[in-house]
């Protein structure tokens, strides 16, 4: 099993931020080196154990879907070699295959979530009131069912060990102005919607997902962080997809179902994970990769 990377230590950069899995450091005043680990976060919790090999898979499937979605917004990729900011080669192999060279941004203060089926928090929020963030959806729907439309559902974004919340979209104009808030929906929306076709064709259902996105210099709306990874979304096998209950996934989910039989009140410190676990985690993911991006 390839070896885990829970924390990069590059001593040749500021580091500047550590996240529920990337660790961000500055290259000069303008751009960023992000560096996907193998951290894994569970209701908002980093668990102890890291998933071998996690942080290569999210920045191929990442870099994958920032290249075919481009023609629908700019993303923060820079594509500039890993050598020109890294010389020192014992630093590259550390981060090699897991790391990109992305523009610095002014991140927007929401989760841009896009839902195509019922499930998580929108199913929750649905059997309480009958609607997701303010949506009104038809009644009678199962968890796991299909929505007419893909809605979009933001959310806050939550500091390290927090949990998001659901807002509606008057929330969104709020804290960032209409004319920002349509640009993003509208956006989401149709990144979801082509992402989503493409991976029907590949086996695998985009449940729902989440995006992020920052400002640049010249208040440009620009496409950030990761989209349409087994971590920000959930990914669920076409052929074995059925309404009703929590289908089996390519993502995450596996890990927080095995969470959800533990005594456990999803707050730090998250528990110790079997090897086994760990395992057929890192397993989904591949799979997730190599369904998606033929690699």
Known sequence: MTKALFESNLKSLPLIHRGKVRDVYAVGDSQLLIVATDRLSAFDVILPDPIPGKGVVLTAVSNFWFARLAHVIRNHLLGRPLADILPDAAERTEVEGRSVVARRLKALPVEAVVRGYLTGSGWKDYQQTGRVCGI?????????SRLPEPVFTPATKAPAGAHDENIDFARVV???????????????LRLYREAAEYARGRGIIIADTKFEFGLDQDGGLTLMDEILT????????????????????FDKQFVRDYLETLDWNKTAPGPRLPPDIIARTAE???EARRRLTGV
């Not at 009104?136 to 796991?144: E, I, K, N, T, V």
């Open 230 to 249: 087994p971590d920000s979304s959930r990914f669920w096998p076409a052929d074995s997809y059925r309404e009703g209950g929590s289908p089996p996934s």
């Open 284 to 286: 989904k993911y591949r």
């Open 136 to 144: 009104a959806l038809p009644s009678g729907l199962q968890q796991a």
């Open 174 to 188: 709020e804290l960032v102005g209409a004319p920002l808030a349509e640009q993003v929906r509208e956006a989401s």
